[in-house]
């Protein structure tokens, strides 16, 4: 399977600050995205990230609040903009990745983010 | 509005007995469906998906239903184990070429040595 490292692990930021999240994979994706997870939600998909163009947003998120680059296919960063209490939450990168015939889904371990 | 619903926010289980976790879903369009573990301080482990065209899907202790009229799925683990003992999100996507997926909140599971 793939193997994401992400970083950081955690965070705690001021609030107005910025704050930028790594995920690197160790093998070429199909695709790659970005969730977020608020204290006692479910996942909620931020966007999907595409390689060599813009992201592509879900609704209620834009890119002046969380732009996201994807350079090649083995890494992508999420940044979390101007952050206020309420961007506090737990923020994961996942790949979808095809490997001896079947797709495999993979995510990283996840950014605890604490703005305060 | 939740469209994947897990209305069991915990479950305990004694182990080597079955687990059943239970996932309902309002969206008819959702056609692919996934299982995911997650441990404290881990990210989600996939573990087990279905497609609508299958009813069962089936990989050593874990077994996934799928009732499309009732909008209803459920993972079975059996016989379970302390090591089961986690956090499981169903998810579902309405289109599997986007692989953009609709999570639960998740149910923790607990197995009783």
């Known amino acids: 399977s793939a193997v994401i490292s992400q970083k950081p692990s955690r965070d705690i930021c001021q609030r107005g600050t910025s704050l930028t999240i790594q995920c690197q994979v160790d093998?070429?994706?199909?695709?790659m995205f970005w969730y977020r997870q608020q204290p006692g939600q479910s996942l909620t998909l931020i966007a999907t990230a595409n390689q060599g163009s813009e992201a592509t947003y879900e609704s209620g998120f834009v890119i002046d609040k969380f732009p996201i680059s994807r350079p090649n296919l083995t890494f992508s960063t999420l940044t979390v903009s101007n952050m206020s209490p309420e961007d506090s939450s737990i923020y994961l990168c996942s790949v979808v990745y095809y490997k001896g015939g079947v797709y495999g889904y993979t995510f990283g371990s996840g950014t605890r983010l604490t703005v305060v | 509005d939740q469209q994947v619903k897990q209305n069991s926010p915990s479950l305990s289980v004694q182990e080597g007995r079955i687990s059943i976790l239970n996932c309902d879903y309002t969206?008819?369009?959702?056609?692919?469906f996934l299982w995911y573990k997650k441990y404290p301080a881990e990210g989600p482990t996939f573990l087990i998906s279905?497609?609508?065209?299958?009813d069962k899907n089936e990989d050593g202790r874990f077994t996934v239903f799928l009732n499309k009229s009732a909008k209803h799925l459920s993972l079975h683990i059996v016989p379970s184990q302390p090591g089961d003992s986690a956090v499981y999100f169903c998810a579902a996507s309405a289109d599997e070429g986007t692989y953009k997926y609709i999570f639960g909140t998740g149910t923790r599971l607990k197995v009783l040595a």
């Open positions: 093998s070429q994706v199909t695709m």
């Open positions: 279905i497609s609508s065209i299958k």
């Open positions: 969206n008819s369009m959702f056609d692919y």
